[in-house]
């Protein structure tokens, strides 16, 4: 059942509260001051917690203060004889869910405290599911080519400056944005990924920058482009190389002027956004084939950070097939199988020309067709199944 802490320094509150509470099914605990309030606080869990401003001693807004350094998450719900709206307003700029006269209406109270349960339950379903993505989204292994990788993560990240991510195919260079992203001041803003290479080059200015309706035969409404999506965040963009030289000279023009225009519009547009960018091509090589713009690259490449494939770090395969394995197995709600190390032995000995994709794969694959244990039997026969 939820816990409830009721803090007021009136008996008779206390009671009356505790008693339509009770009555509500919620466990209740009282507290008498605001001091044995905190201490209440220090020890328990509490769902929600009702607060009374005017107290002797400690007030109620120095309660919430300290409070929510102690259980940041906790809903406060701040309650007074004596309320204005300056107070309200106070209460609530000092992270108070809500504000309510004494007496207080029952149908309001109870209202507001359902309310401010479900807002606790939200904001618990969404760390558990940050914290799910971010362990779905990894970076596995300890090799000293990885390694090399995540201290470059580490000292970018807290700055603005933008990124430009090599690799194969299937190497993680996804995983390295994602990372950049969560360890920066932006974090709390929205990741926007965009795949140049799988829009067609006529779509990819409108995926990017947006289109006014009208602007083009299929243009029916207006349509928010990616840049502005991104805004007070990050952008992603990957596989750059494939990007026309159309759209490379108006992402130029958003990276120097911080401003994009909506196709088939004149209004310039204020974005504040940090961009990431990831390749497999070599853009030396496409820059002298006219392909790829100097000026952009230089503009993307303030900052490079190299993945390497899996052939350069098979250290990290055993790492690698067993969070596989765990998560291949909480996918299907089955318990996860077992490796044997000369299994491992021989996945390590493989050519990954697919990288850390291909092995995911392969894991799977083996999870699939072999019995409670892989063995290197299994590896063997599955990991490089003979297609006629």
């Known amino acids: 059942m939820p816990k409830i802490l009721i803090i007021d320094d009136e008996r008779a509150i206390r009671s009356t509260l505790k008693e339509i509470l009770e009555f509500e099914n919620y466990t209740v605990d009282e507290a008498e001051d605001g001091q044995k309030g905190l201490q209440f606080i220090n020890k328990t869990k509490y769902d929600v917690v009702l607060c009374d401003i005017k107290m002797p001693g400690m007030d109620g807004i120095e309660v919430l203060e300290k409070a929510m350094e102690l259980s940041p998450d906790t809903p406060f719900i701040m309650i007074s004889a004596h309320g204005t709206i300056d107070t309200a307003v106070d209460a609530t700029k000092k992270g108070a869910y809500d504000f309510l006269q004494k007496p207080p209406d029952l149908n309001r109270l109870l209202i507001t405290v ?3 349960l479900d807002k606790a339950s939200l904001v618990t379903e969404t760390k558990v599911l940050k914290k799910k993505i971010s362990k779905a989204y990894e970076m596995v292994g300890s090799s000293p080519a ?5 201290q470059a993560i580490e000292k970018v990240a807290p700055t603005d400056a933008r990124v430009l991510i090599t690799g194969p195919n299937g190497s993680g260079k996804e995983l390295v944005a994602r990372a950049i992203h969560e360890q920066s001041n932006r974090s709390g803003g929205p990741l926007i990924e965009v795949n140049c290479a799988a829009i067609p080059s006529e779509l990819i200015e409108s995926e990017l920058f947006g289109h006014e309706k009208g602007s083009f035969t299929s243009a029916v409404k207006q349509r928010i482009g990616k840049f502005e999506q991104a805004n007070g965040g990050t952008l992603f963009l990957d596989e750059v190389g494939d990007m026309s030289l159309s759209a490379q000279a108006k992402v130029l023009r958003a990276l120097q002027e911080h401003r994009i225009t909506r196709v088939g519009g004149d209004k310039d547009i204020q974005v504040d956004v ?6 497999n091509k070599n853009l030396l090589e496409e820059i002298e084939a006219r392909n790829f713009r100097e000026d952009l690259y230089h503009r993307l490449g303030v900052i490079l950070i190299h993945v390497p494939p899996l052939n350069e770090r098979r250290g ?15 996918d299907y709600g089955t318990k996860p199988k077992t490796i044997s190390p000369d299994a491992l032995e021989y996945l390590q000995q493989l050519d990954w020309r697919g990288n850390v994709r291909e092995l995911r794969n392969v894991v799977e694959r083996l999870i699939i067709m072999s019995g409670p244990e892989i063995t290197a039997e299994d590896a063997k026969a599955y990991a490089r199944p003979i297609v006629s």
Do not use: M, S, Y
Not at 146 to 150: A, E, G, I, P, S
Not at 274 to 279: D, G, M, Q
């Open 274 to 279: 940090r961009v990431l960018a990831a390749t």
């Open 146 to 150: 990885l390694d090399r990788v995540k």
């Open 316 to 330: 990290d395969i055993p790492d690698l097939v067993q969070k596989f394995l765990n998560d291949i197995a909480n």
């Open 114 to 116: 359902r309310n401010a």
